[in-house]
C-alpha cells in the first residue's frame, strides 16, 4: 500500500482541465475514487491502461495521466479485451456510462463477463443518457422521464449486478458517489482481482435526469444515495424491500481468468509442434 500523501494532480492530464461535466455531476466523485484507489495500490502509471468509449463517463480516459484508448460506443470492453491479450501484464480499466456498457455495449459486457477476462468495468450509473441530450438508458426504470420519453418510461430497466453475477463476473460490487470512500475501497479489491470485475457507482446527472425527474440539485440526489441506499443484509431491508443493496455480492477466486488459460492452448500448441 502507498502510504505518500494524495496529489490528484499527479494522475491526472492538467492541460485538459477544467474539465467538460456539468457542475454537480457525481462522474469526478468516481475519478477522485479511483485515482485514491491507484494510489493505495502502489501502482505505477505504466501498468494501467484506460479504454473507454462514449459519453460523459467515457471522458476520463482522456483526464488520466495513464496509458489510454478513447474508442467507439459501446466497444471499449473488446478494445479492452485486445489489450489485454497481448499485454496481459497491464491491470485494464473501462470506466463505462449506463448506455455505453449495456445498451450498445451490452453484448460485449455479458461475454466478457462470461470469459472471465481480467479487466475491471467500472459502470457509473446515472440512468440517462447524459452527453447526447438526456435520452432515457437500459438503467432508467419505468416511470421515468426523459427528452425521449416526455410521458414516461416504460421499459423495465437492468440490475447490473444480477446481470453481471449470472454472466460469469468474478467480482461484483455496488456503492454510490456520495459513499466515495466505499467505493475507494471496493475499486482496490476490483482492480487487484483476477478476473473480470465489475462496480457499479450509482452517479448522480442533474443537468438531465435529476431536473426532469424532479429529484432536485445535485446534493439533494446525493443524499437519496445516503436514505435509499443500504449494505448487503441490512435489518432495514425487513421494512423497505426496495432499497437498493450496496457491498460485494460476488467474489470468486476459483475460476480461471481467460488470458492465463489462452497461454496454456498456446503452450500446449507449440508442444504438440515441437
Known sequence: MNTSEFNFKDYVRARFFPHMWCPGCGHGIVLGSLLRAVHELGLDKNEIVITSGIGCSSRISGYVDFHSLHTIHGRALSFATGVKLSQPRLKAIVPMGDGDALAIGGNHFIHAARRNIDITAIVMNNRIYGMTG???????????????????????????????????ATFVARSTVFHAVEAKDYLKQAISHKGFSVVE?????????GRKNKEGDAAQMM???????????SKKLEKNPNLIQRGIFVHDTEKPEYCEAYDSIIETAMKGKA
Open 134 to 168: 438526456g435520452q432515457f438508458s437500459p438503467l432508467s426504470g419505468q416511470g421515468k422521464k426523459a427528452t425521449t420519453a416526455p410521458y414516461t418510461t416504460i421499459d423495465n430497466n437492468f440490475d447490473i449486478v444480477e446481470l453481471a453475477k449470472s454472466a460469469g
Open 201 to 209: 457507482l450509482l452517479t448522480q446527472c442533474p443537468t438531465y435526469y
Open 223 to 233: 443524499e437519496g444515495y445516503r436514505t435509499n441506499t443500504v449494505k448487503i443484509g
